[in-house]
């Protein structure tokens, strides 16, 4: 039998489909659109979308398949779902919508094999789409199962997880854990997982407990609405120290299963407290090294809180208020939990070597949950900022760009000094980085931004204004000024939207000020390569500037093409950089508006589409694609 390479047969699908010519926008009426049964996507959570699709349209075609004479969707479920319930509401534009045939390549000879491969497809069609990680998990363990169903029918090479590795971008460790979780996380739990209530993070943690601690977990979900990883580590630590301390969990009995009876004897404090720390165990005692006060506080009142202990080396009674050395005695002391972790960590903390420290603290990496809580806490004028920046956004990709543009509109700002969490922010691209105590966690601003809306509600009054106010909380006249901008603003968008849409218009009204002539544009050159391409997109204000718009100091350039669309470069003065030699630059956004729809690479589109003046800009990347359609 013939060795069946299915990387090398996919890599020749791609290229024959980037070969064929433009693929033809059909309309199809969404309720006779048949969805695929191996479609495990969720569809839930679609009210935002369906907003989205009400006012701006299907921006992206459906992805469809033709079978025995009807079309089967491939990719668009959500999308479907959406123009179906505005159907339902009345509208009946959404009885068209746009859709595209994946293109008909034959994959083998073998029906069999040809719908396993479809399934493949399946999958790959939604790798662009943002994903929860229980979506994630379902769709690298359907890849692995297929991926051993094609094996068990062609003599396949490679092994199962590279070949899944390469397919979808999970690694195998990853894989690993998918297992696991799957195998293991109770039903509950994985509801939980399900619905985006716990990260992959916590529910692999979780997937490690027995039955009475995975039970122990769901109390917490029904009481809180969520299960921390630090509370899945604690209910593990729980679980740990149980499995090595039959019966009364007592660190005596743990360490000496066979010493004589209790002994109320006395032992004086300073000892019992060192006596203390050389039987504790080995994740609490990173704890108490690493300084960390709040997991060490923690961990001892969860794990010792009812602990009795009287051997003659240590004589104590754990509760929820502390620990009582000595009970009934003439020695007897009560110490809090946080007062206990302070001396554990006065006389422990600072004992860890320098190069150990680094070495406990690099192999941690900040959670998104705990930079959240930090940045509110530590920085809360900056954090409310961007609270009202992302409070009208309409979805994730929304919440990321108005975030990066409230805290770095030139492109970087930093946070550090004498607070403890330092944070940078830079480019939307480029993304976010914290650092606490040597812990370094790097994210994307949708990540922060959805994670935030999660943690505290954007439009708490906590966020409304951090400025001077009266006691009345009648807000100040820069807050007042803000909302007049913003006003104008969202007017403007709308007058430019009418205006840029007339290219057959009247170009004159929108010369520079004090002008009265016609803008002629320079010739468009021939560029050889995307450097050129590049450089001609940054040298925009050769074009010559179209229009000033003096309530909000925008300048605008544009730049018609011969096809019909239009490029508009939107300018704004600089943030002034104070006691600093550098000289900020002019930050600009490029959008693209009308024209040919955007060429396809593997059913993606090269660029962004908008038939009208949009608020969010083009990347360079994707406008240098349309330089090169452009100039074919």
């Not at 403890?420 to 650092?435: H, I, N, P, Q, Y």
């Not at 100091?553 to 943030?575: H, M, S």
């Not at 969010?616 to 240098?624: A, F, G, I, M």
């Amino acid at each position: 039998m013939a060795k069946f390479d299915l990387k090398g047969m996919l890599s020749e699908r791609s290229a024959q489909e980037i070969d064929l010519p433009e693929q033809k926008t059909v309309y199809r009426n969404p309720e006779d659109l048949i969805p695929s049964k191996d479609n495990f996507y969720s569809t839930e959570d679609t009210e935002k979308l369906k907003q989205s699709i009400r006012a701006l349209g299907i921006l992206q075609p459906l992805l469809i398949e033709e079978r025995d004479g009807k079309d089967y969707l491939l990719a668009g479920h959500r999308r479907r779902k959406c123009c179906l319930e505005l159907i339902k509401e009345g509208l009946e534009r959404f009885k068209r919508i746009p859709c595209v045939y994946k293109p008909k390549i034959e994959l083998s000879a073998e029906t069999e094999t040809d719908e396993i491969v479809r399934k493949m497809v399946i999958i790959q069609s939604n790798t662009y789409r943002e994903k929860t990680d229980w979506e994630k998990m379902t769709e690298s363990l359907q890849m692995e199962e297929l991926v051993k169903e094609l094996r068990e029918k062609t003599n396949l090479e490679g092994k199962t997880r590279e070949i899944v590795s390469d397919l979808i971008g999970v690694s195998s460790t990853q894989i690993g854990r998918y297992h696991s979780i799957s195998s293991n996380l109770s039903g509950e739990l994985m509801d939980a997982f399900k619905q985006n209530k716990l990260n992959v993070s916590t529910a692999a943690e979780l997937a490690g407990l027995n039955d009475k601690y995975q039970n122990e977990a769901c109390k917490i979900l029904s009481e809180v609405g969520q299960v921390t990883l630090n509370a899945a580590k604690l209910l593990k630590a729980q679980q740990e120290q149980e499995r090595d301390i039959p019966g009364q969990m007592t660190i005596d009995q743990a360490l000496h299963p066979h010493k004589p009876e209790e002994i109320n004897t006395p032992v004086p404090v300073d000892i019992q407290i060192d006596r203390f720390y050389e039987s504790l165990r080995k994740n609490i005692e990173t704890y108490v090294k690493k300084s960390d006060l709040n997991m060490t506080t923690y961990m001892l009142s969860a794990l010792y809180g009812t602990v009795r202990v009287r051997n003659g080396q240590l004589n104590y009674q754990g509760s929820k208020e502390g620990i009582l050395f000595n009970v009934g005695s003439d020695q007897e002391e009560l110490m809090s939990w946080t007062d206990f972790s302070k001396k554990l960590i006065e006389k422990y903390g600072k004992k860890q070597k320098p190069v150990k420290m680094a070495a406990v603290d690099e192999s941690e990496e900040l959670t998104i949950q705990e930079v959240i809580t930090m940045f509110h806490d530590e920085y809360l004028e900056t954090f409310a900022k961007m609270m009202r920046a992302i409070r009208l956004a309409k979805n994730n990709q929304e919440s990321a760009f108005m975030a990066q543009k409230a805290l770095a509109p030139n492109g970087f700002r930093g946070f550090s000094g004498p607070r403890m969490m330092s944070c940078d922010f830079r480019s939307l691209s480029a993304g976010t980085k914290f650092e606490y105590k040597g812990r370094t966690l790097n994210t994307s601003y949708r990540c922060l931004t959805s994670q935030a809306k999660l943690m505290y509600d954007p439009f708490s009054h906590e966020f409304d204004d951090l400025g001077d106010q009266s006691a009345a909380g009648v807000p100040d006249n820069q807050q007042q000024d803000d909302f007049v901008k913003d006003t104008k603003i969202e007017e403007r968008i709308v007058e430019l939207n009418n205006t840029f849409l007339d290219y057959s218009g009247n170009i004159t009204e929108m010369a520079p000020a004090g002008s009265s002539e016609t803008l002629i544009q320079p010739p468009l050159p021939v560029m050889k390569n995307n450097d050129q391409r590049k450089e001609w997109l940054r040298k925009y204000k050769e074009w010559g500037l179209w229009y000033t718009d003096e309530h909000i100091g925008a300048r605008y350039y544009k730049y018609d093409f011969e096809n019909g669309t239009r490029l508009i470069v939107e300018e704004y003065d600089p943030e002034p950089v104070h006691n600093s030699p550098w000289t900020s630059n002019e930050p600009y956004y490029m959008h693209l508006v009308g024209g040919p729809e955007p060429e396809r690479n593997n059913g993606m589109p090269k660029w962004t589409y908008h038939s009208k003046y949009n608020k969010y800009p083009n990347s360079e990347t994707e406008l240098v694609e349309f330089l090169k359609g452009a100039q074919k």
